[in-house]
């Protein structure tokens, strides 16, 4: 079973910064694909940004790009994202999660077995 942990969320101005973490109790090279997934109230999940455990970035969400950069660090089985340029509508409850299945940008919520509890991201103007 793996179990993934988030941390790094918090309260920040519009058009600051904040990294996001997500520990992983299995090795992440032993996994084919790991992402971030953000939901806000009354909205449904929606991907921000996949990355296969090789460290290629197979997906980034158009309202975020150029903004935010996914990472993975197989040596310390961290997930990244790194946000810059915060804007209000980045406000949402961030999640990782992992899957086996091959890593690709058409990977939906219900591709990824695995998830996080998630960490509370807030930007106010």
């Known amino acids: 079973q793996v179990q993934l942990v988030e941390s790094g969320g918090g309260s920040v101005q519009s058009g600051g910064s904040l990294r996001l973490s997500c520990v992983s109790s299995t090795n992440t090279s032993h996994l084919r694909c790991m992402g971030w997934f953000r939901q806000a109230p009354g909205k449904e999940r929606e991907g921000v940004a996949y990355?296969?455990?090789?460290?290629?970035?197979?997906y980034t969400g158009p309202s975020v790009k150029g903004r935010f950069t996914i990472s993975l660090d197989n040596t310390k089985n961290t997930l990244y994202l790194q946000m810059n340029s915060l804007q209000n509508e980045d406000t949402a409850m961030y999640y990782c999660a992992a899957t086996v299945a091959w890593c690709r940008g058409g990977l939906q919520a219900g591709d990824f077995p695995y998830w996080g509890q998630g960490t509370q991201v807030t930007v106010s103007s």
């Open positions: 990355i296969d455990t090789n460290g290629v970035i197979k």
